[in-house]
């Protein structure tokens, strides 16, 4: 019975140390399926233990069982293409490259879960294994392992693991109960009660608190290995604007869908002073992409069907707000939303999408704030080489007020003052912008298509301290009849993004109408640079207004922790607990030899003795005499080599006692009491000395003798 429970301890502690990995995936089997490896790993190398089969051939069992598991889920799961076989090896060899450079959630297909399911199976065959050998106590060390290993995977995901933890310290608390020697199940659910305590006391009183000042996250192994998808050479999109303008009766998609909305093709974040850029890499990811970091509080669903026309290259236009795309392979870049297709568009190319559409208030927007974080400071960075008059053309268009204000009167100044033409010059850059916000018509300033439109409240607004960012898409397109929409070249526009605190990436429009008949801008002078007219909802500040640099300030800077805080709090936890183990022990011991009773000194000496024989692997047998304890103790110390004579034959009296106490109620004097607990705490001091290994090392460590009787 005994061995029974200790396999299904074993099991649970490994089901539930690897369950912090299922934080990395979308919603599938994968929360069932390592319960079920566990169990299988546990009830193989167990069954072949009880056939008295060798530790060796005993795991050899386990692995075949492991193998033919795999072959079996494969015919179940999404695989690649190379037979049954060959597609199980390489998800074998493979799976943990898939999960660190793949996108959160992950699918759950063979590539993705062979390594947390082998790493579960392995796990619980080596705990049972280990539970036959002469340690047993050290099954507790795979789930351990495993636990950490899966914490260290899923890296900083939001997700907490409080419920496996709780699980597997029970598991591991009766494992440690039913392996503890001669301990019944009513001593081992206490074990499970006050490890369980111990543990629950430690997290709340002391990790809480030191947890609560480290702003650092764990570190994220994906950061450091490179996604197998690099984004291909090709044309930058933005350049395309203008011959798209030019041309504009192309058909590049056809869409269905419930609800016609824009369709953001490539976001551009970073801005090197001569082009905007996209996002070098992307990570292979499932149908469930990544839920936003910021979600807006109402959405609109919107469903659309896009078949590819004339479009080419490697970026898949979306909805914002996409959650599920389906029916191709893609890649996506988590900061800036990008979504990617290995194989690059073509002709016929189809695919379905599922968003949820953000939307705001006008109340929310007006309250919006600039982040504080320095992770967007990124978003702010203007290269050097800057027109000279770029930071005076910003504050002069945006104004004071909040900064969702600012950024409205910025892409209304930009609207107001210049002019839409599709045959104006090209170009993103300082000197394609200054060209543009200060130059007359007859250099080509003054006029644009939405290219130069939207880089340049990208550039202001990076110049008033703004995160921004560029955006690459097309409009809903020319209704074809129904729920038909036809995107054409003409349909392509650009647009910037200003990064709001809570809220997310929220975009503006500050190109104007295209002109009639794409009429040139005629006139001579530079243009203006002049205060912005205001409507009359902007002649003077709302209620909430704030001058410009309070309101920039924002909350205040989260700085980062000390780099050693988070490894502080990680050691914490075990640190209380070995103090509260020690103290425990030192407390109850002090008890049985300082107790009032002569009689419950001299029993409480024995039960330290005998504690003490068993920390050092020499349990004294249920059925053994106090004559015979006291034998084992002194063959446990006759040979050591430190030179001490007979330490046990101080004992020689101490047993008589024993059974004079214990069996014929005789009460000892106090001196017979002191010379008893004297005794026995010399003797247990030579036993550590003399006791091999870690064992003296570990000695008030250990929490076993807290539950032994």
Do not use: K
């Not at 002078?525 to 003077?540: F, K, M, V």
């Not at 304890?629 to 046990?648: E, K, M, N, T």
């Not at 004079?660 to 001091?685: K, N, Q, S």
Request: hydrophobic share 45%; aromatic share 6%; charged share 15%.
């Amino acid at each position: 019975m005994r061995d029974l429970v200790a396999t299904g301890a074993a099991a649970t502690a490994c089901a539930a140390a690897a369950q912090p990995i299922t934080a990395s995936y979308a919603p599938g089997p994968l929360p069932i399926l390592l319960p079920v490896a566990a169990a299988g790993g546990a009830a193989l190398v167990a069954g072949a233990r009880a056939l008295r089969m060798p530790p060796a051939a005993a795991l050899l069992m386990g692995l075949a069982g492991l193998a033919a598991g795999l072959l079996a889920l494969a015919t179940w799961l999404p695989r690649t293409d190379g037979g049954l076989l060959g597609a199980t090896l390489t998800a074998v060899r493979g799976s943990g490259a898939r999960i660190l450079t793949s996108a959160t959630p992950l699918e759950s297909t063979m590539d993705t879960v062979a390594l947390p399911l082998c790493a579960t199976w392995l796990a619980a065959a080596t705990a049972v294994g280990l539970l036959h050998s002469r340690r047993p106590a050290s099954a507790t060390l795979p789930p351990v392992v495993l636990f950490l290993g899966m914490l260290i995977v899923v890296g900083p995901e939001p997700r907490p693991a409080y419920g496996p933890a709780v699980i597997l310290v029970g598991a591991l608390a009766l494992l440690l109960g039913v392996t503890s020697g001669y301990a019944g199940p009513r001593f081992a659910l206490l074990g499970t009660t006050i490890l369980a305590a111990l543990l629950t006391v430690a997290v709340v009183l002391v990790g809480s608190p030191m947890l609560a000042g480290v702003q650092r996250q764990p570190p994220d192994l994906r950061t450091y290995l490179q996604p197998p998808l690099r984004h291909a050479e090709q044309v930058n999109p933005l350049s395309l604007l203008s011959g798209w303008a030019a041309e504009p009766q192309r058909p590049l998609l056809e869409v269905r869908t419930n609800h016609p909305y824009r369709l953001r093709w490539v976001t551009l974040p970073d801005f090197t002073g001569i082009t905007w850029l996209p996002a070098p890499s992307y990570r292979a990811a499932g149908a469930l992409l990544p839920a936003a970091p910021d979600p807006a509080p109402r959405t609109v669903p919107v469903r659309q069907e896009v078949t590819v026309a004339g479009l080419t290259g490697t970026w898949l236009p979306v909805p914002d707000g996409t959650r599920e795309i389906h029916g191709i392979r893609i890649a996506v870049d988590r900061d800036s939303t990008t979504v990617a297709l290995p194989d690059g568009l073509t002709a016929g190319t189809r695919y379905t999408v599922e968003a949820g559409i953000p939307t705001w208030t006008p109340t929310e927007l007006a309250a919006a704030r600039l982040p504080s974080d320095p992770d967007y400071d990124r978003y702010r960075l203007l290269p050097p080489g800057w027109p000279a008059r770029l930071f005076e053309l910003a504050q002069l268009a945006a104004g004071t007020g909040t900064p969702h204000q600012q950024a409205v009167r910025l892409a209304d100044y930009l609207r107001r003052q210049y002019r839409f033409d599709p045959r104006a010059p090209g170009g993103n850059g300082y000197p394609s912008l200054d060209r543009f916000l200060t130059q007359p018509a007859s250099a080509g300033g003054g006029r644009g298509t939405s290219e130069q439109f939207a880089t340049a409240f990208a550039v202001l607004g990076r110049a008033l301290g703004m995160p921004t960012r560029v955006v690459v898409g097309f409009q809903p397109g020319q209704a074809l009849g129904g729920d038909r929409y036809l995107v054409r070249s003409g349909d392509a526009l650009a647009w910037p993004e200003v990064y709001f605190a809570g809220m997310g990436w929220i975009g503006f429009d500050p190109t104007p109408a295209a002109s009639v008949a794409g009429d040139q801008v005629v006139e001579e002078q530079p243009a203006p640079l002049t205060e912005p007219s205001r409507g009359p909802d902007e002649a003077t500040a709302l209620p909430d207004e704030e001058p410009l640099d309070e309101v920039r300030a924002g909350p205040g800077p989260v700085r980062p922790g000390s780099p050693l805080a988070p490894i502080g709090a990680g050691l914490a936890v075990p640190v209380v607990l070995a103090g509260l183990v020690v103290a425990l022990r030192l407390r109850r011991t002090a008890r049985r030899f300082g107790h009032a009773d002569p009689g419950r000194r001299v029993l409480g000496a024995w039960a330290e003795l005998c504690d003490g024989l068993r920390l050092a692997g020499r349990a004294p047998g249920p059925a053994l005499v106090a004559d015979e304890v006291a034998a084992l103790a002194r063959a446990a110390v006759a040979s050591g080599p430190d030179g001490v004579g007979d330490p046990a034959g101080r004992l020689a009296g101490l047993a008589g006692t024993v059974n004079a106490v214990a069996f014929a109620g005789v009460v000892p004097d106090r001196e017979t009491a002191t010379r008893a607990t004297a005794e026995v705490r010399a003797y247990l001091r030579i036993l550590r000395r003399r006791t091999g290994g870690f064992r003296p090392w570990t000695w008030w460590l250990d929490p076993r003798p807290l539950w032994w009787r």
